[in-house]
């Protein structure tokens, strides 16, 4: 701090020298139209003493600021080397610097918390999924339905959080591979078979005979999604899956989805207006099954007509041509 | 012959349950006391097929995967939660025939254990025909005999008399006849089941089988 009188002088130099200037230039032009001695003086020591007083002043407020520079670099998040020889602009360029070390450095503490948090979570699932393959081999044995479609909505749920997590996570493990549509209905579905014998709805799955490049595990886990809707909605009638032009129509003969909650389906966390849909709805299935489809390059649309049908229409368009 | 089959997982009630029903489907069925030692019981039992979990306790199973395929060519299934593409990778690599997740259907497996057996050892399925009571099912020629006379079935009616024959002197519930009709991908629905049973019986009818397809009030269905 003591020198900082030097780095103010550096710093206004030629603001400085330009009141010198204009001075000697005055004075010169007084001369040589002959203007008086006695005059040049008063002109010279009022001026000088006008320009020592405001460049005091202007000292004083650039030690202010200088100040209250190294007093914010101080503070415990910056780390303090502070440089008595700097100026306001180098002062300022420092902290400019300390700011984006402290944003990269909590940017990667932040992703290192994710991914933590996302192994734990991987590691959950995995730990939760052996229970549960136990109970379903227990109730192949003993053959109880309602448990086997309890136990089924459980490993929704569970395989929910895997999606959520993965698809929200900065690297994100697409494996596009030409997928035979038809043998990815029917695994989906027979996952299912518990829930609709048990709620006596009937299932119609028109053979597609589409191959198509995309991600097998995240189609599967988007139609999972959408089935699971659907039979969640359906209490009775059928649920019809078909190929219609470019998409793959999931179609139930459940309560519909209200017109006002439609443009809304896919956001995240929306379960419906006044709690309808269905209270225990999430409001994830939907949203991350958007997501997911966005990312794959498809999409995905509802038609639906309150009390009578929700038509679900993935997108199904082969991007060969695209990636290659 | 009994094919054997040994169970390397460290959870009691998935590898019990596992035997109970490979047992029901005519399997020698051997487990592993010692994790540290799997090699010399594998060595020991001389299964015809293994099932290996990945997490278990002391080594993991790609390890054990590894050591066996140095020692024997036997078919390797594994059968993890741990379904990444990564350890699917891994498994195959280490020379796995097969991956299942858990958890997993009964059915996927013993149709994957069926066909790694057939491709390695010239396994028939044993239940190709099935009899009772001199009535035979041809499954292959989706046929039924009696004495005499003989009666061509559909496809779906084959499904359902394989299960009626495998469980001769059970009752055999609808949900139990439509979730096996399910893994066949045969999606059936209470009308489609009833059907298919009016049909069935009018078969047995005209063969004059010495049996019939009973309906147990809100059980289900008996051969008797």
Same mark, same amino acid.
Do not use: G
């Given at each position: 701090m003591k020198h900082l009188y030097k780095e103010y002088i550096k710093d206004r130099h030629y603001y400085l020298l330009s009141l010198l200037f204009i001075v000697f230039f005055a004075d010169l032009f007084l001369l040589l139209y002959g203007a008086e001695a006695n005059a040049l003086a008063y002109l010279n020591i009022s001026l000088l003493i006008f320009i020592t007083v405001m460049t005091a002043l202007d000292y004083w407020r650039y030690r202010r600021l200088f100040r209250a520079l190294v007093d914010f670099r101080k503070e415990p998040l910056i780390k303090d080397i502070v440089d008595d020889r700097q100026n306001l602009l180098k002062a300022y360029a420092v902290i400019i610097d300390d700011l984006k070390q402290i944003i990269k450095n909590s940017d990667e503490a932040n992703e290192k918390k994710m991914r933590e948090m996302i192994d734990y979570y991987t590691l959950w699932v995995h730990q939760i999924k052996t229970p549960i393959a136990a109970m379903q081999l227990l109730l192949d044995e003993s053959g109880d339905l309602e448990l086997k479609s309890e136990l089924i909505k459980i490993e929704q749920y569970v395989t929910m959080v895997l999606g959520y997590l993965r698809i929200n996570a900065e690297t994100t493990d697409f494996v596009f591979s030409h997928v035979d549509l038809d043998k990815l209905i029917g695994e989906v579905v027979k996952e299912f078979a518990p829930v609709f014998i048990s709620k006596h709805l009937r299932i119609e799955v028109a053979k597609t005979g589409y191959h198509f490049l995309t991600d097998e595990k995240w189609l599967a886990f988007v139609l999972g999604q959408i089935i699971s809707n659907a039979l969640k909605y359906t209490k009775n009638g059928s649920i019809r899956i078909y190929k219609q032009d470019h998409y793959l129509v999931v179609a139930d003969s459940g309560i519909g989805i209200d017109p006002k909650d439609l443009p809304r389906v896919f956001e995240k966390g929306y379960s419906g207006s006044e709690g309808r849909i269905d209270k225990r709805a999430s409001g994830i299935g939907l949203y991350l099954a958007k997501k997911i489809l966005l990312e794959l390059g498809s999409d995905i649309f509802i038609d639906s007509k309150l009390g009578e049908y929700t038509r679900v229409y993935i997108d199904i368009s082969d991007r060969n041509m695209m990636i290659e | 012959m009994k094919y054997k089959i040994m169970i390397v997982e460290d959870d009691e009630i998935i590898a019990g349950s596992l035997k109970r029903q490979l047992e029901n489907w005519d399997f020698t069925v051997g487990f592993i006391n010692d994790f540290k030692s799997v090699i010399s019981e594998f060595m020991a039992f001389g299964p015809d097929l293994v099932i290996l979990d @990945?997490?278990?306790? *002391? *080594?993991n199973g790609y390890k054990w995967c590894n050591d066996i395929r140095k020692v024997s060519a036997v078919p390797i299934i594994f059968l993890s939660s741990m379904s990444d593409n990564m350890n699917i990778v891994m498994a195959m690599n280490m020379g796995a025939d097969d991956f299942i997740n858990k958890p997993f259907n009964f059915q996927v497996l013993i149709a994957k254990i069926q066909a790694l057996l057939r491709r390695t050892y010239? *396994?028939? @399925?044993?239940?190709d025909h099935l009899e009772y009571k001199g009535v035979l099912l041809d499954i292959g020629a989706a046929m039924l005999y009696f004495q005499d006379t003989k009666c061509e079935l559909t496809k779906n009616e084959v499904r359902i008399m394989k299960v009626m024959f495998e469980n001769k002197n059970k009752v055999v519930s609808r949900e139990l006849l439509m979730q096996r009709l399910w893994e066949s991908d045969y999606y059936v629905d209470d009308n489609t089941l009833s059907v298919n049973m009016t049909r069935i019986r009018k078969k047995l009818e005209l063969l004059k089988a010495p049996f019939a397809i009973k309906t147990k009030k809100g059980q289900g269905y008996l051969l008797d």
């Open positions: - | @990945i997490s278990l306790p *002391y *080594y010239d *396994y028939q @399925i044993s239940n």
